[in-house]
């Protein structure tokens, strides 16, 4: 690397001499610019960045039409090829993609898919698959054979047609990878598909998962033993491809799985996975790559089966995982796209026979795959809805498949005219998932989960810090009548981050959900999870307080109206970054009603007017005991904020101050119980509420002081915004005698 190519021809006028018989300073400086442009490393570098900006832009246009983000990145390799960068503009295609800088852009991508594979096996977990264990494998083997054997048939018609085949390629080879090819499921897609639809926790989302596991697992084996056949050359070298396969195998499972399982249990924190640790892995995970490589079955096969076998504790698969995803994710991965889109050629299928061929080969994989999944998932006795979208899930490849059509381009097995077809089968059998789970949504309508079908009251509790989970499971509790069976209550976590793995979703599952769920075991209080990945919290929070037709929502405020110290210095800093930006970007400060409808105060105005029920927004200002709460008071109506008063307050007979916001409104004239008293002051600057814990204020009365009297509401202790609604408020609640103590909303100070 670093040196100029062979042949690069420098323009004569960037050569010219000055008088004296040498080149001026600019013309110099120019000619060394080209020479190193021109070079390995300047080519390669320009190509990474031209690469990653076409791949990360498609991807996110895909990503806004529902589609799965692989599509539209496999989708960029092909355009930067001859398919459209080669045939509309080729001087710029032979210009950044030469002949002679392929080589070092393959090698990178083959050691970006060797990561990337064993990322993939890491997320496939063996204990995950032992509670469906039987389903998922009958299901799994019936969605490989029947596709499988289709494929094989589909041969007998391809090998009659020499257009099709590769020099030297043999039928057995030619089937048997035609038939795999037909057979695989993506993985990563699925599970992300999965996880966009909320399913991931759910029975059918764990089923679909480790029916795509298992599929995988046995897809890859059958793939090495083919490629072990398809090289051996004769029947007694492929029998010792075979022999070297169960050694290598009986190796992994048996040596190497049960030193990993000893070594997760000891490693459970960053700290301690040092990097002589990190670097053991890496080296290990290179041998096995070598070992599978030199015995003819690929070193992708022994990338996947070391990350298989990397100790199940979720911590170091976590640890290990993020050292290795994004550099193999977003820097290497999208070479492979454009390495395998530059010898994707669309134009070769240019006549009503291929495109015939590739009619017939999509209608084969899905029947075969679909179909076989389908009545496997039947005879196992699960119901006809599920069975089909079990079968809509396992018909999607993505970047599965296309290793797997590269694999056999390279060995010389499918020609360039069939690898296309075949490339062109995995975009539209994986673009069609989507659509195929909405119409199914559509046909056979969903249903209120069964254990919300005989509630008289839905309560949805939305999350994001574990901590305040807690609190908002403490208000609930106290609020409608705790342990009551008429109440049901649903937990709701929401991860905005659209593009993380099954790895990572499992791990911000159990940390979001670990303490509120210990909270709801000692309240003895029977809970949903409902855990989301999507791109908007609201919208995800609003849509599911329609599903289960929620009466209550109760929320925890975002950071911005947070007085804790260290959130108060992130919306500082945050603060600082757009003022700055705006001063790099000319923009000038925007009038409220112009600022962007994200911002937090329209973020509460979009729960207090879109959701189907009434709203609670509770504000972290320092948790303590609510033995003396504030109710503060707008408009008459406010008064009836007197009765949630009543029900979080930490005993029976805690006082409770009416205050009114404005000095002319006056005290109600119907007669107050005897714990509440009326405030002589208003809600000015002047008053002190230092003697109040807790305080409770309707939204309207909220945002009529926001944001003029911002710094004023910064003064009160931890509060309540509510916005009740009449018709959807029926709920049981706890009338406590006097005497009665309970234990107070939060946390001791």
């Known amino acids: 690397l670093g040196e100029a190519s062979e042949g690069t021809v420098i323009a004569p006028e960037l050569t010219t001499l000055s008088p004296v018989g040498e080149a001026s300073p600019w013309q110099s400086f120019v000619t060394s610019v080209r020479t190193h442009a021109a070079s390995d490393i300047g080519m390669l570098l320009i190509q990474l960045v031209v690469i990653l900006l076409v791949v990360r832009v498609v991807g996110w246009l895909f990503a806004r039409l529902h589609q799965p983000t692989v599509i539209g990145e496999i989708l960029a390799g092909i355009l930067l090829g001859p398919s459209l960068l080669g045939a509309v503009w080729p001087e710029a295609m032979e210009t950044l993609f030469p002949v002679h800088s392929l080589g070092n852009l393959e090698l990178l991508s083959q050691f970006g898919l060797i990561l990337f594979m064993f990322t993939i096996g890491m997320e496939l977990r063996m204990k995950d698959l032992k509670g469906q264990a039987q389903q998922a494998f009958i299901i799994s083997q019936s969605g490989i054979i029947f596709p499988f054997i289709l494929g094989i048939i589909l041969t007998y018609g391809l090998y009659s047609r020499p257009e099709l085949l590769s020099d030297g390629s043999s039928f057995l080879s030619l089937a048997l990878f035609v038939g795999i090819s037909l057979s695989i499921t993506a993985f990563p897609v699925l599970a992300r598909i999965i996880q966009e639809r909320s399913l991931s926790h759910s029975h059918l989302g764990r089923l679909a998962l480790s029916t795509a596991a298992m599929g995988d697992i046995v897809a890859w084996l059958m793939l090495a033993a083919i490629m072990a056949v398809s090289q051996g050359g004769s029947f007694t070298s492929a029998l010792y491809n075979m022999l070297f396969l169960a050694l290598y195998l009986a190796v992994i499972f048996g040596i190497l799985r049960p030193l990993f399982g000893l070594l997760g249990r000891r490693v459970r924190h960053r700290e301690v996975l040092s990097k002589s640790l990190m670097g053991l892995i890496f080296i290990l995970l290179m041998a096995s790559a070598y070992f599978t490589e030199i015995m003819s079955m690929h070193a992708l096969f022994g990338a996947f089966m070391l990350g298989l076998v990397m100790p199940e504790n979720l911590d170091f698969r976590v640890i290990v995982k993020e050292k290795v995803e994004d550099v193999a994710l977003l820097l290497l991965l999208p070479l492979f796209f454009v390495s395998s889109g530059l010898r994707t050629e669309l134009g070769l299928v240019n006549t009503p026979q291929l495109w015939g061929l590739f009619l017939i080969c999509t209608l084969v994989a899905v029947v075969g795959k679909m179909g076989g999944t389908y009545l496997a998932a039947r005879s196992c006795g699960i119901q006809r809805r599920e069975s089909l979208y079990l079968g809509a899930y396992m018909n999607t490849r993505g970047l599965m498949e296309l290793v797997v059509l590269r694999i056999g381009l390279d060995l010389g097995v499918l020609s360039p005219v069939l690898f296309t077809i075949l490339v062109m089968m995995t975009l539209v059998t994986t673009i069609m998932t989507a659509p195929t789970l909405q119409l199914i949504d559509w046909l056979l309508k969903k249903k209120t989960p069964q254990s919300l079908e005989h509630a008289t009251g839905q309560v949805l509790i939305s999350f994001g810090r ?50 509120p769920m210990e909270m709801a075991k000692q309240l003895d209080l029977s809970v949903e999870r409902k855990y989301e990945i999507a791109e908007s919290v609201p919208e995800a929070v609003l849509s599911h307080a329609n599903h289960i037709q929620s009466n209550l929502l109760l929320l925890g405020a975002s950071v911005n109206l947070s007085q804790d110290k260290k959130d108060r210095d992130l919306v500082a800093y945050s603060d600082k970054l757009t003022r700055r930006w705006k001063v790099v970007t000319g923009r000038r400060r925007q009038a409220k009603k112009e600022q962007s409808s994200h911002s937090f105060e329209e973020i509460i105005a979009t729960f207090a007017h879109e959701a189907p029920c009434s709203v609670g927004i509770y504000v972290d200002n320092g948790q303590t005991p609510i033995a003396h709460p504030l109710v503060l008071m707008q408009r008459p109506e406010d008064k009836e904020l007197l009765l949630v008063a009543e029900q979080v307050t930490e005993r029976a007979d805690s006082p409770i101050t009416l205050m009114p916001l404005s000095s002319h409104l006056a005290k109600p004239t119907t007669e107050l119980s005897a714990r509440v008293s009326w405030s002589g002051e208003s809600f000015t600057e002047q008053v002190d509420l230092s003697a109040y814990d807790f305080a409770l204020i309707a939204y309207d009365a909220w945002a009529a002081l926001t944001p003029a009297q911002q710094e004023l509401l910064k003064q009160l202790p931890s509060y309540f915004i509510l916005d009740i609604d009449e018709a959807t408020i029926e709920l049981p609640t706890i009338h406590r005698p006097t005497t009665e103590a309970v234990s107070y909303l939060g946390k001791a100070s």
């Open 466 to 515: 574990a901590e305040t989970g807690v609190t908002l499971l403490e208000f609930f509790h106290r609020l409608c009548g705790g342990t009551s069976p008429q109440v049901a209550c649903t937990l709701m976590h929401v991860t905005t981050d659209t593009d993380i793995s099954t790895i990572d979703a499992d791990h911000y599952y159990a940390s979001s959900f670990a303490a």
